[in-house]
C-alpha cells in the first residue's frame, strides 16, 4: 500500500553535491521509518542513513557523517539525502525504504517496502 519513488541522482564531479528525494504514497507514511540504502557493483547493499517518524532521531552509517543528511517532511510524504563533499567511493545505487516501525534500523530486511533506485555516480 505504500509506494517510493527515489529521484535526484544524476553524475557529479568529486566535491560537489545532489540533493535525492523520496517521494511515498500511503496515508500511514508518516508514522514509518524511512532508510536510505546504497549498492555499488559487486557489493553488498548497506545502510546509509535514517530518520525515525517523526525526525526525532537520525543514523548514519560512518563513512557519511558530516557531509549527508537526512531529512523528512511529513505534510509533502517526502524524505530527502542531502549529499555534500561526495567522493568517488559514494558511487552507487540508492534506495529509499519504509520501514512500518516509527524507529530507524540499520538492516535491510527491517525495511518492507522499496523504491525503484536512483543512480548516482561520482568522478574523479
Known amino acids: 500500500q505504500v509506494q517510493l519513488v527515489e529521484s535526484g541522482g544524476g553524475l557529479v564531479q568529486a566535491g560537489g553535491s545532489l540533493r535525492l528525494s523520496c517521494a511515498a504514497s500511503?496515508?500511514?507514511?508518516?508514522?514509518?521509518?524511512v532508510g536510505w540504502f546504497r549498492q555499488a557493483p559487486g557489493k553488498e547493499r548497506e545502510f546509509v542513513a535514517g530518520v525515525s517518524w517523526n525526525a526525532g532521531s537520525t543514523n548514519y552509517t560512518d563513512s557519511v557523517k558530516g557531509r549527508f543528511t537526512i531529512s523528512r517532511d511529513n505534510a509533502k510524504n517526502t524524505v530527502y539525502l542531502q549529499m555534500n563533499s561526495l567522493k568517488p567511493e559514494d558511487s552507487a545505487v540508492y534506495y529509499c525504504a519504509a520501514r512500518t516501525w516509527p524507529n530507524v534500523a540499520t538492516m535491510s530486511a527491517q525495511y518492507f517496502y522499496w523504491g525503484q533506485g536512483t543512480q548516482v555516480t561520482v568522478s574523479s
Open positions: 500511503g496515508r500511514t507514511f508518516s508514522f514509518y521509518a
